[in-house]
């Protein structure tokens, strides 16, 4: 194995279950995150030696996983059933409270556009500051601080919806 391989390996060890997430949070859905996040990481061994002479290869990587979590979803076959509304487990009875607050922000986050969503995560999940939200996203901060403000207002709209009776 050649250095540059082992220095890929290493970065890719340390980074997967963020990028996992990130993708994850961003698409709404785990096979589909798997799949961004493979198509990132080839992408990335490509330029790994410019991405390591760039000097901050997580900034670099959570870029492109965006990046292509968004052409993934434009491709016309990937408009399909949301996977969303399969479950992927029974559901024996009661769920803890953590698992369904958890189910609620998730369905809510589902429901953003790709722009409000990608923000809230990168900020509120990733815990990114504004100006490194803009870099990732390619947008002025202040686009980035609208569309996370937009994002959040809609996720407790929705989830204000979901816990208030019905009418």
């Not at 030696?49 to 290869?57: D, E, I, L, S, Y």
């Not at 900034?59 to 968004?70: E, P, T």
Request: charged share 30%; net charge positive; with cysteine.
């Amino acid at each position: 194995m050649t250095e540059r391989d082992r220095a890929f390996v290493e970065f890719v060890e340390a980074a997967i279950p963020s990028l996992r997430r990130t993708a994850y949070l961003i698409g709404g859905d785990w096979h589909k995150a798997e799949d961004v996040v493979q198509e990132t990481l080839y992408k990335l061994y490509l330029a790994w030696p410019k991405v390591q002479r760039a000097g901050n290869p997580f900034a670099y990587v959570r870029r492109m996983l965006v990046n292509v979590a968004y052409d993934a979803g434009r491709r016309p076959w990937r408009r399909e059933v949301n996977s969303a509304e399969v479950t992927e487990y029974a559901v024996h009875g009661d769920f803890a409270a953590g698992h369904a607050d958890r189910d609620e922000v998730l369905e809510a986050l589902r429901a953003l556009g790709p722009r409000q969503r990608a923000c809230v995560v990168l900020r509120y999940y990733e815990d990114l500051s504004v100006e490194q939200t803009a870099e990732i996203l390619g947008c002025s901060e202040g686009t980035v601080k609208s569309q996370a403000a937009r994002g959040l207002d809609t996720l407790r709209k929705a989830i204000d919806r979901r816990r208030s009776p019905a009418l």
